[in-house]
């Protein structure tokens, strides 16, 4: 068994986006900016998103936090972020899921201008992603197959299961995964059959929700958990298949940072691209 540290492959990139960001302001006399929304109170979505507002300082790009009531209607936070979405010194916008049960969070979503969407949420983004076509991946997809790339799963022929089926998560890894020729399997809470089908994978991705759900694999099988439960505890056994795993990341220091470092690299890519900038980095690779 080897560990994939998505600490190690964020760090990376995310020097990268700091270099892009510093030469973003210098280009254009300002910051790349991040406008984050969140709506209520929820512990856990608090703390992401600190710690998303934080990466985003230490990168060089500037927040804008816009924090809204609990009970706020869905037309309220469609204004709010319609307005983001017409502000010329916003580059990103970030809606932290989820919203309170009230809301119609797709509506919401919607409402993000495709050249702003660095999250990867909107409809606009999956089409992008299920045709590859030039767009911002959901930022764990993204994050996933960036951590994939690092280290050298080849998805060709092979045969990826991905457990979830979530629209930011689930769904748009699988669309990601079926674009590099894997061949997917989307298992969901009605599937039969889960734990055999789990068992054929050379790829599992978990993105169930559900603590230490998956508890066995094909023998060198890659395992990506991608579940964020409480307590910091994933959607993979890991003790139970760290021995039996190629490769598979460990919670924490998995899939979130890639999430996160994915998140400032498209916010920096999004600022380059509005403020009609040819990125040099895009250009020299
Ligand atoms: N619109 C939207 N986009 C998201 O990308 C999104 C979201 N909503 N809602 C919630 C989930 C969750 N998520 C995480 C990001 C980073 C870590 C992360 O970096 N975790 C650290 C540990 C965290 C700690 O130390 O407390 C780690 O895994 O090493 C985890 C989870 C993004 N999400």
Redesign the pocket.
């Known amino acids: 068994m080897a560990l994939m540290s998505g600490t190690d492959v964020a760090r990376e990139i995310t020097e990268q986006t700091t270099k892009r960001a510093s030469e973003f302001e210098q280009r254009t006399g300002r910051k790349p900016c991040l406008a984050a929304v969140l709506v209520g109170e929820d512990p856990a979505s608090v ?2 998103v600190k ?1 998303k507002r934080n990466r985003s300082a230490k990168a060089g790009i500037e927040s804008r936090f816009v924090h809204l009531p609990e009970q706020t209607t869905t037309e309220q936070l469609v204004a709010e972020i319609t307005k983001l979405s017409e502000d010329p010194g916003v580059d990103g916008i ?4 989820p919203v309170p049960k009230h809301i119609d969070e797709r509506a919401a979503f919607e409402a993000i201008a495709p050249s702003k969407d660095v ?1 990867g ?1 909107t409809m606009h983004s999956f089409a992008a992603m299920a045709f590859s076509e030039p767009g911002f991946a959901s ?2 997809p993204g994050g996933i197959m960036r951590l994939l790339e690092a280290y050298e799963v080849d998805l060709k022929g092979k045969h990826a299961v991905v457990v979830g089926r979530s629209p ?1 998560l689930g769904k748009p890894v699988a669309m990601l995964m079926l674009a590099k020729d894997a061949t997917v399997t989307i298992c969901h809470s009605k599937t039969e059959n889960l734990d055999q089908i789990v068992r054929t994978a050379d790829i599992v991705v978990a993105a169930v929700g559900k603590p230490k759900f998956i508890t066995a694999i094909k023998p060198g099988a890659v395992v990506i958990d991608a579940g ?1 439960n409480e307590g ?1 505890v994933g959607d993979v056994d890991f003790e139970q298949l760290a021995d039996s795993a190629s490769l598979i990341t460990p ?4 899939v ?2 890639m ?2 470092a994915l998140l400032l690299e498209q916010t920096v890519s999004a600022a380059t691209r509005r403020a009609d900038l040819v990125d040099v980095s895009e250009v020299v690779g």
């Open positions: 703390t992401y710690m970030l809606l932290q899921h999250d949420v930022a764990t930011i964020y910091n919670v924490p220091g998995g979130g940072p999430t996160i």
